[in-house]
């Protein structure tokens, strides 16, 4: 081992190669870290027979103590002592860097695995963290001391690469963290590159215009550096800034890179695929996901202006600490337009279809003096609708349905409407109307104002802050 290691550095330094013809460049990325809680690492891999040897350094450290996650299956964890205050920060403990003037810190541990005859290898959550605290950059070295040939992805941008008689090496370099790293045997070409994305796959298939339409999505969500790797026998590996598929079209391997690279940047709830699909095509200003979040963003852009549409989407792209649900889609929309809305929450585990788009009244519901309903005035088709089961049974009525009609009833009337016809029954009596008299939104009946004050004999009184219901009979009893 040392003899190849000698022989390692023999050959960097006759061939001038250490860091070759990007390394200056490379270097730039490692002044950030300026910010409070923020940091730029160097993160040197040794690739050997018994596992990934990392040598990581921290660098630009804040005065202030941060603890360590050390990666799960990490062993041999310690302080890389390259310098004299490399690890003068470091807790006996080795699970914190504690409060010190020394900025640059370095530890090493080593990632065991087992050498097989493998085509691919997927490491996931194998590099080091620190607690409450931001990477700015990274620059990374891999050397391949197994000389196994393929290439290395980890979503960095490949800056250099040397193949050579008993090693390969590597360097990569690009803002943000890294947390998992992938090698292949296949080789595949560089087919295109930019600030934003690099792919690898088969020549002669994709043109550079597909391409640059990958980046327009991603520069709008403003996503870190991704890589796709496109390979006809291997698919369905995601790492945190990289996808190695075998997807057949350019759109399905945008919205993986896209859809990631928001996960990357904010708060994203795990168990709302819907809501992160939404916010993915409002971010990046085109419909991505599935036919459900499509329909969803669509639907979303016409109950919106130009103007509320772009307020929306400024105010949700600088909420990098907030956790992006259904119910701050809610908040923003509310505080964008002044209207309600049950989209978002109704759809946010959506699979089959959407619950439909209605606006709603800010104000409460109040029934008969101080009951306060859940459920909101409906706005739609100028016209206000409120909602019959919660409404009516506060007014002291029963409310039952079939597949054929409705029924409303309490000890005085009893009302009958057909689900598609356009006449009612009120007490054994038929009565002719010019269209239904409610709506069906989702599983709910919404009875239309002007019907439940001629029909019903409501008095509805709308104030500045809150809508009241009552029976006129009732107000008749109390009055008298």
């Not at 350094?57 to 205050?85: G, Q």
Request: one cysteine or more; charged letters at 25%; proline letters at 2%.
């Amino acid at each position: 081992m040392k003899f190849m290691l000698r022989a390692f550095v023999l050959l960097l330094l006759t061939n001038g190669l250490l860091v070759f013809m990007h390394y200056n460049e490379a270097k730039s990325v490692m002044a950030g870290g300026s910010n409070e809680g923020e940091y730029a690492q160097e993160i040197e891999v040794m690739h050997r027979t018994d596992g990934l040897y990392v040598r990581h350094h921290f660098k630009h450290l804040p005065n202030a103590r941060f603890e360590i996650i050390w990666p799960e299956e990490s062993t041999k964890r310690a302080c890389y002592v390259n310098e004299t205050d490399a690890c003068t920060r470091l807790n006996d403990e080795a699970t914190a860097f504690v409060e010190g003037e020394a900025n640059n810190q370095s530890i090493s541990y080593v990632i065991p695995q087992s050498i097989s005859t493998q085509e691919n290898m997927f490491f996931k959550d194998v590099f080091a963290t620190l607690h409450n605290a931001e990477v700015s950059s990274t620059l990374m070295h891999i050397t391949d001391e197994m000389n196994l040939g393929g290439f290395w992805v980890n979503g960095l941008e490949r800056v250099g690469e040397k193949k050579m008689a008993l090693v390969d090496y590597a360097l990569y370099r690009g803002s943000g963290a890294v947390t998992d790293l992938y090698w292949q045997q296949m080789e595949k070409p560089l087919l295109y590159t930019s600030d934003r994305l690099s792919v690898y796959g088969p020549e002669g298939v994709y043109t550079d215009e597909q391409f640059q339409g990958m980046t327009h999505a991603l520069d709008a969500v403003e996503t870190l550096h991704a890589t796709v790797v496109m390979n006809s026998k291997i698919g369905g590996i995601d790492g945190n800034r990289f996808t190695i598929t075998n997807a057949p079209t350019i759109q399905g391997i945008v919205e993986k890179v896209v859809i990631e690279g928001l996960h990357n940047q904010y708060h994203l709830p795990q168990n709302e695929k819907w809501t992160t699909e939404l916010i993915a095509s409002l971010l990046s200003g085109e419909a991505l996901g599935s036919e459900l979040a499509r329909s969803g963003y669509t639907q979303l852009r016409e109950q919106l202006t130009a103007e509320q549409l772009a307020q929306m989407t400024t105010t949700i792209r600088g909420e990098v600490a907030e956790e992006l649900d259904a119910d701050y889609l809610t908040e923003r929309f509310i505080e964008t337009t002044g209207f309600g809305t049950s989209f978002f929450k109704k759809n946010r585990s959506a699979t089959d279809a959407l619950y439909p788009f209605v606006l709603e009244d800010m104000r409460g519901i109040y029934v008969s003096g101080d009951k306060k309903l859940e459920k909101s005035v409906v706005l739609q088709d100028d016209e206000r609708f409120y909602p019959a089961v919660e409404m009516f049974t506060e007014l002291g009525f029963d409310v039952t349905w079939n597949e054929q009609s409705l029924y409303i009833a309490n000890s005085e009337r009893s009302y009958r409407f057909p689900l598609k016809e356009k006449f009612y029954i009120f007490n054994e009596r038929r009565f002719d109307l010019l269209s239904l008299p409610f709506k069906r939104i989702g599983e709910e009946f919404y009875f239309e104002e002007k019907i439940l004050v001629r029909i019903f004999h409501t008095e509805i009184n709308k104030l500045d802050n809150r809508i009241d219901i009552n029976l006129i009979s009732e107000l008749s009893k109390e009055k008298s």
